[in-house]
């Protein structure tokens, strides 16, 4: 099956441009699509629009923080759940019911209209912006399988998510949001 890879563009070109060269040595993806949110930045959210023009109908994503073996992630892939990556020190405050989609994620383009449920009820606000691979693997059947990552240092800057002060507090709002329209 071939695939189109989404990435986020923000701040990291270098890195960017290692994992382009990364995914080139995978066959199965014939397109690599950007967003390059410097522009507007959509944060998440901006890969599910991007990930939408694709032509393949499966989609591979990942951060611009890191490299990954695609290729183990691909070999479980099988169309019928949401199949994503997970360091293990992040099992405890990223895996279950809303898992990240950054340590590579591969799903079916169709599913990205799950995310109408939540813009039925909220709108696109600063949650879904913020929060969509949140809430979106939270809207899917997944599978989850720990990866070795080689992080890049900007993973750990002071830029990453995870680092800002409202982090948590948006994780919080995002599911208790999903807990409605479940």
């Known amino acids: 099956m071939k695939v189109s890879a989404v990435l986020l563009k923000y701040h990291r070109p270098k890195e960017l441009d290692a994992i382009c060269d990364h995914l080139k040595q995978y066959d199965f993806i014939d397109e690599v699509l950007i967003r390059d949110n410097t522009e507007e930045n959509l944060m998440g959210y901006g890969r599910y629009l991007t990930a939408k023009k694709a032509r393949n ?3 591979y994503v990942q951060d611009d ?3 990954i073996d695609v ?6 892939y099988d169309g019928t759940k949401l199949i994503n990556g997970m360091k293990l020190s992040g099992i405890d405050a990223y895996s279950g019911r809303d898992s990240m989609v950054g340590w590579g994620t591969f799903f079916d383009k ?3 209209k799950l995310l109408d449920k939540y813009i039925n009820k909220f709108g696109v606000d600063d949650v ?7 809430i979106f693997t939270s809207l899917l059947p997944r599978t989850t399988i720990v990866m070795n990552v080689k992080d890049f240092p900007s993973a750990l800057s002071k830029d990453a998510l995870f680092r800002h002060p409202e982090h948590w507090d948006y994780k919080d709002k995002a599911l208790k949001r999903l807990r409605e329209i479940l």
């Open 65 to 67: 923080d890191c490299i």
């Open 57 to 59: 109908e499966t989609i």
């Open 71 to 76: 290729q183990k992630l691909y070999d479980i």
């Open 128 to 134: 879904l912006i913020r929060e969509a691979d949140r």
């Open 110 to 112: 169709s599913w990205i």
